[in-house]
């Protein structure tokens, strides 16, 4: 027959060495693998969800009826700010997250908003887009490369030349005139 034995909470010995083997790569406490030795961490967590007494009938604070969980006024304000029903439940879910959104604001108000505070206004991890930091990386500079003229630069000079020539000449002409003087002169010198 089996018996069932209620698991105990480790000690703190037995959580040093158990954390220890976690974190550290130590060596394997004895305690480990047993399922009648829990760790704090889940002790606290099942601490978190108490059950309800055992009924009895001389006790008042044993009816079901008594061990409800009641709900503080802020909470059951947010519970209206999240599902708000008519116009005015809306309009008190708006003063509700400014009230939340001021509070957000204190930097030292803002390690205390709930998890369901921040997903009311918005601002809750899961809520906020990851932040992406680009680290820019140096490129080195290209260095221009000559580029070969297509005309050897001889040819280009002399084009160049003979153009100023023919402007010079062509505004002697139009100045002065052809023929005489002139002529002999743009064949000499020009």
């Known amino acids: 027959m089996n018996k069932f034995v209620k698991p105990r909470t480790e000690n703190f010995s037995e959580r040093i060495e158990r954390l220890h083997h976690k974190y550290d790569d130590g060596p394997k406490p004895a305690h480990y693998d047993d399922k009648n030795i829990i760790t704090m961490e889940?002790?606290?967590?099942?601490?978190?969800k108490k059950r309800p007494k055992k009924f009895d009938n001389n006790d008042?604070?044993?009816?079901?009826?008594?061990?409800?969980?009641?709900?503080?006024?802020?909470e059951a304000m947010i519970e209206i700010a999240k599902n708000p029903k008519d116009r005015d439940d809306r309009l008190q879910?708006?003063?509700?997250?400014?009230?939340?959104?001021?509070?957000?604001?204190d930097p030292v108000m803002r390690e205390h908003l709930g998890d369901d505070e921040l997903k009311l206004i918005g601002k809750h991890k899961s809520q906020l887009a990851p932040k992406v930091t680009i680290k820019p990386t140096y490129?080195?500079?290209?260095?221009?490369?000559?580029?070969?003229?297509?005309?050897?630069?001889?040819?280009?000079?002399?084009?160049?030349?003979?153009?100023?020539?023919?402007?010079?000449?062509?505004?002697?002409?139009?100045?002065?005139?052809?023929?005489?003087i002139a002529e002999v002169y743009y064949k000499r010198f020009i």
């Open 139 to 180: 490129v080195a500079p290209i260095p221009p490369t000559p580029k070969e003229p297509e005309v050897p630069i001889e040819e280009q000079i002399k084009k160049f030349a003979d153009a100023e020539k023919q402007k010079r000449i062509s505004n002697l002409r139009n100045t002065v005139g052809t023929g005489g």
């Open 93 to 105: 879910a708006g003063e509700i997250r400014k009230t939340i959104l001021k509070n957000y604001r």
């Open 60 to 74: 008042p604070s044993t009816y079901p009826s008594n061990q409800k969980k009641t709900m503080s006024t802020w």
């Open 42 to 48: 889940q002790r606290a967590k099942l601490d978190a």
